[in-house]
């Protein structure tokens, strides 16, 4: 079984700044990437920012997101991190974690999910 449990999300005013955290549990072989999503109220998920550790590390973000947001991962912990600065209203979502991973003697890697974590943002 594998886990993704996220924290850090809330409620903050336009301007302000929330970290959000996912933390991968359980019979974890190999982490090719992890990421996060959000959806907004009668929209689709969409991709806010992903890390890819390999021989070298790429970051890739949504334009809306670019020199606001910073995404991180802890290797040792199979944490991944996003920095939020200068929120906007329009940032409020559900954020969800995200990470394509190998399990422990399986040779596929699967997507895997978080349960999401709001965040709202007031103007």
């Known amino acids: 079984q594998v886990q993704l449990v996220e924290s850090g999300g809330g409620l903050v005013q336009a301007g302000g700044s929330l970290r959000l955290s996912c933390a991968a549990s359980?019979?974890?072989?190999?982490?090719?990437?992890m990421g996060w999503y959000r959806q907004a109220p009668g929209k689709q998920r969409e991709l806010v920012a992903t890390i890819t550790s390999g021989d070298s590390t790429n970051y890739a973000y949504a334009d809306s997101v670019k020199g606001r947001f910073t995404i991180s991962r802890d290797n040792a912990k199979n944490t991944v991190y996003l920095q939020m600065n200068s929120l906007k209203p329009e940032d409020t979502a559900v954020y969800y974690c995200?990470?394509?991973?190998?399990?422990?003697?399986?040779?596929?890697?699967?997507?895997?999910w978080g349960q999401g974590t709001q965040v709202t943002v007031s103007s």
């Open positions: 995200n990470a394509n991973l190998k399990r422990t003697g399986f040779g596929v890697w699967y997507n895997y």
């Open positions: 359980g019979s974890i072989a190999s982490i090719r990437a």
